[in-house]
Structures are given as structure tokens and as C-alpha cells.
């Protein structure tokens, strides 16, 4: 739970977001009639396009990713009926303190540790693969908006450095109208994966590279094997 330094800076929910929301989503390498479908009966955005780091946490209830200038975290409350209810839970802006992402993660500082400022994206990531031993990956994103019967839907594609996948989601704030749409879109019969699962499992529908390398361990000697 957000504390300390942290809490003084949780900004609430990230741009553009409404708050707590129930979403359903899917992956796949190609889109099918779903994404057809969508886009000939709702109304559509702008294309947007932008580079998301993805933090690998060990829990599929917490989503942390660096996006737009800022450390979002949201966390999932619980599941009705296939969706997810997802809450935002904090975005830092950039520059921040390591100190600050250990209290909103609830983390162990480590005392008489040198503080340590963290300017941009790039130093976050490399503070959570060097210091926290966590997973990073670089996700490179493409994404149309749609918005049909009082809901939010999404077609999109994302490309990491081991592939490239398109992705299909629902959301909105009342579950029966995210629902109707997930039903009409021909889903219900596809597991539900959010970002957190899949950066977890490392696997989704037809991909077939995990998006996650193991990575080596250490010997003792400081060798790898």
C-alpha cells in the first residue's frame, strides 16, 4: 500500500483514466472477426503510439509499467463473471526517489543506503533489474480507442524484443455493459489475460516465445551457467 513519501505524490488515477473499471481482454498474433467487428459498429479515436517498460512483479493482481513520463501502478480487486475490476492505484511523475517506489511497493530499504534520484525511464528500469533483480521489458505499442454502448474497447498491437502480438480489450465502469460487448464480440469463450498475466506466464493464446527470458544464475565464483 502507498505510504510515506509515496502517498504524498499518488496523483490518483492516470490520465484518462475513470477510475476502477472491469476490463477483458485477449491476445493473439493475428485479430480475427473481433477486431472487424468492433470497428465497423463503434465510434473510433486517433491512433496512439508509445514505448511502455513493464515491471515483471511475482502477483497477477499488480500492474506496474513506466508510461508517459510516470510510474503507474493499478491492482486488480477481484473477478465477476470472466472480468477483472482493476483499480489505479498511483502514478509518480518523473523524476523520482528509489525511496519513494519502495514505500509504494512496500519494500525493504536497505538503512544508511545513498539516495538515490531516478531522472527518466531508462534509470528505472535499470533500477529494478540491477537493484530489485526484477524483469524488465520494453514494450513498443500501437492502439486505436473505440467507444460503443457506454463502454471503452481497444485494438492494438505490441512489440517486444522477442515478438509481436495484437491484443483486443474491453472496459468500463459497470460489468453488464462489458459484458454485452465481450458477448457480442464473439469472446466469451477466450481466457481473460491481462498485461500482468501475461508478463507472469510469459505465454498467451498463439504466442510461442515467452516474453520473459530466464535469466542466468550465478555461481559462486561469479561465473554464469
Known amino acids: 500500500m502507498p505510504g510515506g513519501a509515496a502517498a504524498a505524490r499518488d496523483a490518483g488515477p492516470a490520465p484518462g483514466e475513470d477510475g476502477d473499471r472491469f476490463e477483458f481482454r485477449i491476445f493473439r498474433r493475428r485479430l480475427g472477426a473481433e477486431a472487424r467487428i468492433l470497428a465497423a ?56 526517489a528509489a525511496a519513494e517506489i519502495e514505500a509504494l511497493l512496500g519494500l525493504e530499504a536497505r538503512p544508511g543506503r545513498k539516495a538515490v534520484v531516478l531522472a527518466d525511464a531508462s534509470a528505472v528500469a535499470a533500477w529494478f533489474t540491477r537493484v530489485q533483480h526484477r524483469a524488465v521489458v520494453a514494450m513498443r505499442k500501437r492502439r486505436r480507442r473505440y467507444f460503443v454502448a457506454g463502454v471503452r474497447a481497444e485494438i492494438g498491437e505490441i512489440a517486444w524484443s522477442g515478438g509481436r502480438l495484437e491484443t483486443l480489450a474491453v472496459e468500463g465502469p459497470c460489468p453488464g455493459k462489458v459484458a454485452a460487448q465481450v458477448a457480442r464480440l464473439g469472446l466469451g469463450h477466450l481466457p481473460n489475460t491481462s498485461y500482468p498475466r501475461l508478463l507472469l506466464d510469459g505465454r498467451s493464446g498463439r504466442a510461442d516465445e515467452p516474453l520473459v527470458q530466464p535469466q542466468p544464475s550465478t555461481r559462486p565464483n561469479g561465473r554464469t551457467r
Open 41 to 96: 459498429c463503434a465510434g473510433a479515436g486517433p491512433v496512439e503510439a508509445g514505448l511502455d517498460r513493464y515491471v515483471v512483479l511475482p502477483s497477477p493482481d499488480l500492474g506496474l509499467k513506466v508510461s508517459g513520463g510516470a510510474l503507474e501502478l493499478k491492482r486488480r480487486l477481484r473477478s465477476r463473471d470472466r472480468l477483472e475490476l482493476w483499480h489505479p492505484q498511483a502514478r509518480l511523475p518523473l523524476p523520482m
